[in-house]
């Protein structure tokens, strides 16, 4: 099945992006993201809302893919979809909508835990992406989710560390929000972050044994830090944003490092690749560069467009699922909670 084409049509909604793409093998044919601009307004996601926003889109996004790819659904060989985890409401309109259309076209249905997919995403064909080579260790940085992963196959992965509270991606924009800045906050925590001096501010880093990762200490001390300063001078955030962003950035980045430098000295594995959000983030992208020539490490970034939540790395797990012939029946419902290698 692999030297011939075989054709994955993908659908990723488990958060507030509704994806389609299409894959040929490997190769990504079309990967349409269809952003919800609506959560912009309360500050963060609202789940009903969410799963509103799938329904109206998934039907135009999936016809835009299979447009943008130059095929008809009758060439495609299966239907991927994201089973979990992430917003139940969100998950059940991509899955519902999996599940009808392979049923109708009579084609396989194969299901996909999201953060695999942020992992296998460098398995996708691409001309500026190199591929890791087995063992690696993999770092998934996201809004919901913090791990490291150990990979020592497609399939077979173990979770080394993950956070007890609140994920990377968070810390970023629950900074963001008690500085002010508008959801989401990351990117503008990461673009302020580069014209600001880091060790201008310090904030201590938390304690955490072992691989596993904490923020919620971090991000608390962050608000004392604001109300305390704000106290003083009302104009204190304005005044310095760019020191206080990239003083934020720095730890994170710090917290992130000190965990991978670990988990690298216990395994002895040195090829690391990063995914998810927040894995666009410049700083992290110039701190794994540089501890490729000072550590001897070598890193794996994905295209930007593959860390965010997007289709295509649905379809590349899509593809290893069928050429291994790992199925889904139509009894599959989607999970919240999905955790790796359940």
Same mark, same amino acid.
């Given at each position: 099945?692999?030297?011939?084409?075989?054709?994955?049509?993908?659908?990723?909604?488990?958060?507030?992006?509704?994806?389609?793409?299409?894959?040929?093998?490997?190769?990504?044919?079309?990967?349409?993201?269809?952003?919800?601009?609506?959560?912009?307004?309360?500050?963060?996601?609202?789940?009903?809302?969410?799963?509103?926003?799938?329904?109206?889109?998934?039907?135009?996004?999936?016809?835009?893919?299979?447009?943008?790819?130059?095929?008809?659904?009758?060439?495609?060989?299966?239907?991927?979809?994201?089973?979990?985890?992430?917003?139940?409401?969100?998950?059940?309109?991509?899955?519902?909508?999996?599940?009808?259309?392979?049923?109708?076209?009579?084609?396989?249905?194969?299901?996909?835990?999201?953060?695999?997919?942020?992992?296998?995403?460098?398995?996708?064909?691409?001309?500026?992406?190199?591929?890791?080579?087995?063992?690696?260790?993999?770092?998934?940085?996201?809004?919901?989710?913090?791990?490291?992963?150990?990979?020592?196959?497609?399939?077979?992965?173990?979770?080394?560390?993950?956070?007890?509270?609140?994920?990377?991606?968070?810390?970023?924009?629950?900074?963001?929000?008690?500085?002010?800045?508008?959801?989401?906050?990351?990117?503008?925590?990461?673009?302020?972050?580069?014209?600001?001096?880091?060790?201008?501010?310090?904030?201590?880093?938390?304690?955490?044994?072992?691989?596993?990762?904490?923020?919620?200490?971090?991000?608390?001390?962050?608000?004392?830090?604001?109300?305390?300063?704000?106290?003083?001078?009302?104009?204190?955030?304005?005044?310095?944003?760019?020191?206080?962003?990239?003083?934020?950035?720095?730890?994170?980045?710090?917290?992130?490092?000190?965990?991978?430098?670990?988990?690298?000295?216990? +395994?002895? $594995?040195?090829?690391?690749?990063?995914?998810?959000?927040? =894995?666009?983030?410049? /700083? %992290?992208?110039?701190? @794994? #560069?540089?501890?490729?020539?000072?550590?001897?490490?070598? +890193?794996? $970034?994905?295209?930007?467009?593959?860390?965010?939540?997007? =289709?295509?790395?649905? /379809? %590349?797990?899509?593809? @290893? #699922?069928?050429?291994?012939?790992?199925?889904?029946?139509?009894?599959?419902?989607?999970?919240?909670?999905?955790?790796?290698?359940?």
């Amino acid at each position: 099945m692999a030297s011939k084409k075989n054709y994955i049509l993908a659908i990723e909604s488990s958060c507030d992006d509704t994806s389609a793409a299409v894959l040929c093998n490997t190769k990504v044919l079309s990967n349409v993201v269809a952003t919800q601009e609506i959560h912009k307004q309360y500050g963060g996601v609202v789940p009903e809302l969410a799963s509103r926003a799938h329904q109206q889109n998934i039907v135009p996004v999936v016809h835009q893919a299979l447009a943008k790819a130059n095929i008809d659904k009758k060439q495609l060989s299966a239907i991927a979809f994201t089973r979990g985890p992430g917003l139940m409401g969100s998950l059940l309109v991509g899955t519902s909508f999996a599940k009808s259309l392979a049923l109708g076209l009579n084609i396989p249905l194969i299901e996909v835990n999201h953060m695999e997919a942020h992992i296998l995403a460098h398995f996708i064909e691409e001309e500026d992406m190199g591929t890791p080579e087995f063992p690696f260790l993999a770092m998934t940085i996201s809004g919901g989710h913090t791990q490291i992963v150990r990979v020592n196959d497609y399939f077979n992965m173990e979770v080394l560390g993950e956070t007890l509270d609140d994920a990377v991606g968070e810390a970023f924009d629950k900074s963001a929000k008690l500085m002010g800045l508008p959801y989401p906050g990351g990117p503008l925590v990461d673009k302020y972050a580069q014209e600001g001096n880091p060790k201008a501010f310090p904030f201590p880093k938390p304690k955490v044994d072992g691989l596993n990762f904490s923020f919620s200490g971090l991000k608390t001390s962050i608000l004392y830090f604001v109300q305390r300063e704000t106290r003083k001078n009302p104009d204190f955030v304005s005044e310095n944003i760019k020191d206080i962003c990239a003083s934020v950035q720095h730890t994170i980045l710090e917290i992130l490092m000190d965990k991978l430098k670990l988990a690298i000295n216990q +395994t002895g $594995i040195k090829q690391i690749a990063i995914g998810g959000g927040v =894995a666009a983030n410049s /700083g %992290i992208r110039s701190r @794994l #560069k540089e501890a490729e020539q000072t550590m001897g490490w070598t +890193t794996y $970034i994905p295209k930007f467009s593959y860390c965010t939540d997007n =289709a295509g790395m649905i /379809g %590349i797990v899509g593809y @290893l #699922k069928f050429l291994e012939g790992k199925f889904a029946d139509q009894k599959v419902a989607a999970k919240a909670r999905y955790t790796i290698g359940s």
